[in-house]
């Protein structure tokens, strides 16, 4: 069989990246046949348009595009008639059938799919980050973080540093243990990156025994007792004083509450 070699303009008024993705994913169907997908990318005016449907023409290519704007989808078509350049529209349809079914006109932004996906990929990174920098783990690594939470143990600092990443902030948590050195790294970070988790001693007391009673054991460990945790609290809170950090009570907050109020006292 006779090999074909096509050029295939990508045309967009946003990335093109659709477009683009949409003909290198058709032309391998067709394992016998060659294209060169060229990506055209923010084509915003008719002028523009129309130049670039002559510049297809002249290299005897096809244009596949992904306008969001009625009336460039349109001129599209009537330049690639003119032209005698074939057209696909790979949006148009689509939005034709959703406009139907919502009753309601399509926006015209253009670059909204890729604004998705960028938000998308920031929370997926923000999410393995918070993981990997979870307890005080890859602490070589810690200052990268958009938010560093310091606090004694639970008080809350793991699912608050999942909420934050779920919101595109890359978040890692570090505990506060009163019987051990603290890391280097807790006085090079910096203050707008610092928060202090702190909580009342009676609330914390209830938390921690309700998490021996889980794990099955004695409740009258010093971890769970009113003297020890209140020792525990002081230690960070002058810890905190001395890096002079932002710090946030959790005490009966929801992690939703806390997190708006680490954003606003950070101004991030």
Excluded: W
Aim: hydrophobic share 40%; with cysteine; proline share 4%.
């Amino acid at each position: 069989m006779k090999k074909t070699n096509l050029t295939i303009f990508a045309f967009s008024d946003a990335t093109g990246e659709l477009a683009q993705k949409a003909s290198e994913n058709a032309m391998r169907q067709f394992k016998h046949h060659k294209a060169n997908v060229i990506r055209v990318s923010k084509i915003s005016t008719v002028k523009t348009l129309e130049q670039n449907i002559k510049k297809a023409k002249e290299q005897g290519g096809i244009i596949a595009f992904t306008f969001v704007s009625r009336d460039m989808r349109d001129k599209a078509i009537e330049f690639g008639a003119k032209y005698e350049v074939p057209m696909v529209d790979l949006l148009g349809p689509f939005l034709g059938i959703l406009s139907t079914y919502f009753h309601e006109s399509p926006s015209s932004e253009p670059g909204l799919q890729y604004k998705l996906t960028q938000n998308y990929f920031k929370r997926t990174e923000a999410v393995e980050f918070a993981v990997k920098h979870d307890d005080g783990q890859n602490l070589n690594s810690v200052e990268k973080a958009d938010i560093v939470l310091l606090g004694i143990s639970r008080t809350s600092k793991t699912p608050l540093s999942i909420f934050m990443a779920y919101h595109g902030y890359r978040c890692a948590n570090i505990p506060i243990v009163q019987e051990l050195s603290l890391p280097a790294v807790i006085k090079r970070l910096k203050k707008k990156q610092t928060v202090g988790l702190t909580i009342s001693p009676r609330k914390l007391m209830e938390i921690r025994t309700q998490r021996l009673k889980k794990i099955g054991r004695p409740t009258n460990e010093p971890y769970a007792q009113l003297p020890h945790i209140r020792k525990e609290i002081d230690y960070a809170k002058n810890l905190f004083e001395k890096l002079g950090i932002f710090v946030v009570d959790v005490t009966e907050k929801a992690i939703e509450e806390t997190a708006t109020e680490i954003i606003k006292g950070l101004k991030i």
